[in-house]
C-alpha cells in the first residue's frame, strides 16, 4: 500500500509482503502510527486517507466484519481511529496520487 501526504511532502510505500489485505491493514497502522509520533505535523486536523482495498475500507468502518485472521490488526486500526481523527475512503488505483513514481 502507498500513501502520499502532498501537503507534508511525504511519499512512502510500506515495506511488507504477504496476503493483499494484511499488508494493507499493516501498512495503514504503520501510516497511523506515523501520524500519531509527529504530532506537529497533524495537530488538529482531520485526515481523509484514501485506498484501493474496499475490504479494508468496509471493516474498519463497521460495515463487514472481517476474518479472525485480521481481527486483531482491525482492533489496533480502530483504535487509532479512537485517538486520530481521519476517514478512509475509497479510491480507483490508477487515479491514486500516492502510487506515481513509486512502481517506476
Not at 504530532?39 to 484514501?50: A, I, N
Not at 486500526?77 to 513509486?102: Q, V
Amino acid at each position: 500500500m502507498c500513501f502520499a501526504i502532498p501537503e507534508a511532502g511525504i511519499t512512502f510505500k510500506a515495506p511488507f509482503a504477504g496476503k493483499k489485505l494484511h499488508t494493507e491493514y499493516a501498512s495503514l497502522l504503520t501510516l497511523l502510527e506515523f501520524v500519531e509520533l509527529n504530532q506537529k505535523l497533524f495537530k488538529d486536523r482531520h485526515l481523509e486517507l484514501y485506498c484501493d482495498n474496499l475490504d479494508l475500507i468496509n471493516q474498519l468502518n463497521m460495515e463487514t466484519s472481517c476474518a479472525y485472521e485480521y481481527s486483531e490488526l482491525l482492533r489496533k486500526a480502530l483504535n487509532y481511529k479512537d485517538k486520530l481523527s481521519f476517514g478512509l475512503n475509497w479510491i480507483p488505483r490508477e487515479s491514486n496520487p500516492a502510487t506515481r513514481h513509486l512502481f517506476d
